[in-house]
T-cell receptor, first 117, second 114 residues
Framework: AQTVTQSQPEMSVQEAETVTLSCTYD???????LFWYKQPPSRQMILVIR??????QNATENRFSVNFQKAAKSFSLKISDSQLGDTAMYFC??????????????FGKGTKLSVKP | NAGVTQTPKFQVLKTGQSMTLQCAQD?????MYWYRQDPGMGLRLIYY???????DKGEVPNGYNVSRLNKREFSLRLESAAPSQTSVYFC?????????????FGQGTRLTVV
């Protein structure tokens, strides 16, 4: 069974600085997807960034980038130039590339990020 | 979130009462999922439906039933609510392939059982 571990329950960063959120996972699969989701106080789940395991290149989305280390089963999220609006819970998640019975998301427990002015 | 609609957004129940959470999608996708979110636990899968007419248990199915009424709708029912079912519930669909793979979530339902 797959597991996802986020070892930092809470983190804080000063506005405009850079912060890295950690995520490790365990799987025997070779092909899969990894995600970072943001959950602000509104409760909405918002996709931040996605990584396909067969792609060696790290995904980037504007100020958000990942460091994907497949052999180490590590998937960290770097937020550059942090903004007050980045304050939220961040969830790392794993998904197999199948639908239906195997395509559910496995989530970590989350990291609460606070951006301070 | 566009495409997945959940109702209600908030609900307070007394222990032993029943209720149904509704989920509807307009993205014409086969697979639908119900998750619950508890503090410090992330989201965990309750039930899923791979296609119309099929449902199956996830990680935490006890105390719940589901119905896939048609391709659009997937409901979650609590027959006799318990305080342990106090949680935030999310309906989701997973779609796309390759670089467009993504899960779309409803707005969530905050349920309190007293």
């Amino acid at each position: 069974a797959q597991t996802v571990t986020q070892s930092q329950p809470e983190m804080s960063v000063q506005e405009a600085e850079t912060v890295t959120l950690s995520c490790t996972y365990d799987t025997s699969e070779n092909n899969y997807y990894l995600f970072w989701y943001k959950q602000p106080p509104s409760r909405q789940m918002i996709l931040v960034i996605r990584q396909e395991a067969y792609k060696q290149q790290n995904a980037t989305e504007n100020r958000f980038s990942v460091n994907f280390q497949k052999a180490a089963k590590s998937f960290s999220l770097k937020i550059s130039d942090s903004q007050l609006g980045d304050t939220a819970m961040y969830f790392c998640a794993f998904m197999k590339p199948y639908g239906g019975s195997q395509g559910n998301l496995i989530f970590g427990k989350g990291t609460k990020l606070s951006v301070k002015p | 979130n566009a495409g997945v609609t959940q109702t209600p957004k908030f609900q307070v129940l007394k222990t032993g009462q029943s209720m149904t959470l509704q989920c509807a999608q307009d993205m014409n996708h086969n697979s639908m999922y119900w998750y619950r979110q508890d503090p410090g636990m992330g989201l965990r899968l309750i039930y899923y439906s791979a296609s119309e007419g099929t449902t199956d248990k996830g990680e935490v199915p006890n105390g719940y039933n589901v119905s896939r009424l048609n391709k659009r709708e997937f409901s979650l029912r609590l027959e006799s609510a318990a305080p342990s079912q106090t949680s935030v519930y999310f309906c989701a669909i997973h779609m796309g392939q390759g670089g467009s793979t993504e899960a779309f979530f409803g707005q969530g339902t905050r349920l309190t059982v007293v």
